[in-house]
C-alpha cells in the first residue's frame, strides 16, 4: 500500500507532464509547426551542450527559491503566496546594501545575502502575525503584498536608487558578484538554492521540529491538543519561508540581475507556489520541478527561432503540468479509485506469493 | 480641493467599482455552494483578453461582454470538475486556474497578434447619456448618466443578489449547499447540481468583470491589467460579511481606493506615484487586518463533498 501511494506520486506528475507536452504539440501543429523539431530545438536549447545547461540552472535558481518558500509555509498548513513580494523585498535590501555602503569583496556578499534573508522574513511576518492575531486570510494580505513590494521596487528603481536616464538601479560592484561555475551563466547561487533545498529535507523530515511543524499542516486542532504551540509554528513557518525567498531575492540580483528593473521577477512567486503543488510540498522534487520549468523556458526561446512558435507556448505547458497534477493527484485519493488501485496490487502480491 | 476634484473622484470611484463588482458577486455565489474560489484573477484575465478579441472582431463591445463571459464559464469548468466531481482541493485548483487561465490569454493574444504586434485599440462600450443624446454638467445626472450599461447591470445583479438569498426559496436552498450540504442533501436538494450551476454563474460574472476593463475602462488588452482585482474582491466579499449589499458597500469603498490613486497621480505632489498606486491593495491589508476574527462565511466552503460519506 505505502509503496502503490509513493508510485502514484511519482507517476501522477509524470503522466500530467506527457499529457501537457501531447496538448502543446497539438497546439504546435496547429500553428503550422512540426512538433518533433520544435520539441528537438526545445531540448537542445535546454540541455544541448553544457553552455545551455548553465543557462537552464542560473534560470532555475530563482524558481528553486520561491518553489522552497511556497513549499515550507504549505508543509505548515500555511498558503503563503507572498514569494514574490518577499523576493522583491530581499533584492532591493540587498541592492540597498551592495550599492550605497560602500563596502566590497566577500564580506559584502554576505552581508548583502543576510540583508535580504532579514528583509524577506519581515516581510513575510506582515501576513504571518495578521493570520495569527487576527484570523485573518494569508493568502489575499501575502499577494497584496506582492502588489505593495513591487510598486516600492519601482520606487527604488524609477527615484531612489535610479542611476541615468533609464529607469534601473546602478550595478552591484564587480567584487560583490557572486563568481560563476566554470564560467558558465549559473552562479554560487544555484549552490546555496540546493543546499537550502537540502537543510529544508534535513529539518522537515530528520528533526523532531520539523515533525512538529508538518504535524502543524496536517492537523491543526490535533497539533493543539498535543501541546504544539500551533501560533508559533505559523509564524515561524511564514518568517522563514519569506527568508528563503528574500535569500533567493538577493542570490538573483548579485549572481544574475546586478541591477533592479522593471519586470524583475515577474511571477516567480505564482510558479514558485505551482512547483510546490507539483512537486507535492517535497523540497528535493521541488528542485527538479524547478528545473524543468526553467529548461521549459530556456528551450523555448530556441524553440521559436526554430520554428516561430511562440515562447509562451511554454507558458501553457507549464500551466497544463500543473492543472493535470492538482486533478490527478484528487482523482488518486477518491475512493473508488483507491479500491481499483488496491485491488491491481493485491492481485500482484498473489501472483508474487 | 476644488468641487471639481471631488465630483471627478466620486464618479471614477462608481466606474471602479464595476468591475470590482462583477468579481465579487462571482465569488460570492461560489462561497454561497461552498465553494471557495481564489482563481477569480485568472477567469477575469481570460475573459478580458476574450472580450477584447471579440469586440475588436465584430466591433461590438456587448459582445465582447458575452463573449468573455462564455470564456470565464468554459475556464471554470475545469475548476468545477476538479473540486466538484474529483474533490480536488479548492485553494489549490484556484491557483492552479490563476496560473493556467492568464498563460493562455498571454499565448492566444501572441498568436491572434504575432511577436512585434503594434499597440491595438478597440472602441468603447456607450455610456448610456451618449447612447440617449444628453450633455450635461448636473453631478447628478452624470453619476446616473455617464455610465455604460455593465454599471446599471452590475447594481441590477446586486439587488438581485440580496432579494435571492434572502426571500426565495430557491435561494435558501442555494445557500444550504454552502452551510451544509449533507443536510441539504437529505431534504432533496441536488448539491452537486447546485455546485455546478454556481460554478457557471462564477465564471459569467468573473468573464464579464474581466471583460468590463477592455470593453469599457481601458481600450486595449496587455498582460497582466486584471492588477489583483480578483483577489481584492475576494477582500470584499469578507468585508461585505457575504452578504449582496454588503459587497457592494465593499466594492465602492476599494473602488473609491482606486479611484483615488488615479487622481492623485495626475496631481503627483511631487511624490513617487508608486506610493499612490500602492493605496487600493494597502486599504485592502488594513480593511482585512481590522475586521479581524469574526467568521460569517458559509461553512461548509472549503470543504469538498463527498456523496459517499457517512
Known sequence: MKNSNKLISVLVPVASVLLAFAIGCAVMAGLGANPLVALQSLWTGAFGNLRNVGTTLARATPLIFTGLCACFAYRCGVFNLGGEGQFIIGSVACCYMATQTGIEGFPAIVLCLLAGILAGGIWALIPGLLKVYRGQNEMIISIMLNYVATLFMGVVYTNWLREGSVPQTMSVPDTTKLSRIFGLRATTAFIIAIVVGLLIYYFLFYTSKGFQLRAVGLNMTAAEFNGFSVKRYILFSFVVSGAIAGLGGSAELLGTQYRLINGFAAGYGFDGVAMALIAQLHPLATILVAIFFAALRVGSTTMQAATGVPTSVSDIIQALVIVFTVAGLAMVKLSQFKAAIDRIFARKETVAS | ?310
Open chain 2, 1 to 310: 480641493m476644488s468641487w471639481d476634484f471631488i465630483s471627478n473622484l466620486l464618479l471614477a470611484s462608481v466606474r471602479m467599482a464595476t468591475p470590482l463588482i462583477f468579481l465579487s458577486l462571482a465569488e460570492l455565489y461560489s462561497q454561497r455552494a461552498g465553494l471557495v474560489h481564489i482563481g477569480l484573477e485568472g477567469l477575469a484575465a481570460i475573459g478580458s483578453l476574450v472580450g477584447f478579441l471579440v469586440s475588436l472582431i465584430t466591433g461590438s463591445p456587448m459582445l465582447g461582454v458575452l463573449a468573455g463571459a462564455l470564456a470565464g464559464i468554459l475556464v471554470n469548468m475545469i475548476f468545477a470538475y476538479a473540486t466538484i466531481s474529483l474533490c480536488a482541493e479548492q485553494i489549490v485548483y484556484g491557483m492552479a486556474i490563476n496560473i493556467f487561465a492568464p498563460a493562455l490569454a498571454a499565448f492566444i493574444y501572441r498568436v491572434y497578434f504575432g511577436a512585434g504586434s503594434t499597440l491595438v485599440q478597440v472602441t468603447l462600450m456607450n455610456n448610456l447619456s451618449t447612447t440617449l443624446g444628453i450633455t450635461s454638467d448636473n453631478f447628478l445626472l452624470k453619476l446616473l448618466l455617464d455610465q455604460t450599461p455593465m454599471v446599471y447591470l452590475a447594481y441590477a445583479l446586486v439587488i438581485f443578489t440580496a432579494i435571492y438569498f434572502n426571500k426565495t426559496k430557491s435561494g435558501l436552498n442555494y445557500k444550504a449547499v454552502g452551510e451544509y450540504p449533507k443536510a441539504a442533501a437529505t431534504l432533496g436538494i441536488n448539491v452537486i447540481g447546485v455546485k455546478y450551476i454556481a460554478c457557471i454563474i462564477c465564471g459569467a460574472l468573473a468573464g464579464m468583470g474581466g471583460a468590463f476593463l477592455t470593453t469599457c475602462y481601458s481600450n486595449t488588452y496587455v498582460d497582466g491589467n486584471v492588477a489583483g482585482r480578483g483577489f481584492i474582491a475576494l477582500a470584499a466579499v469578507i468585508f461585505g460579511r457575504w452578504s449582496g449589499g454588503g459587497v457592494l458597500l465593499a466594492c465602492l469603498f476599494f473602488g473609491f481606493c482606486d479611484a483615488l490613486q488615479i487622481r492623485l497621480q495626475v496631481g503627483s505632489f511631487g511624490v513617487p506615484y508608486q506610493f499612490f498606486q500602492m493605496i487600493p491593495y494597502i486599504a485592502t491589508v488594513v480593511v482585512l487586518a481590522l475586521i479581524g476574527m469574526k467568521k460569517a462565511g458559509p461553512k461548509g466552503a472549503g470543504k469538498p463533498y463527498l456523496r459517499e460519506d457517512r
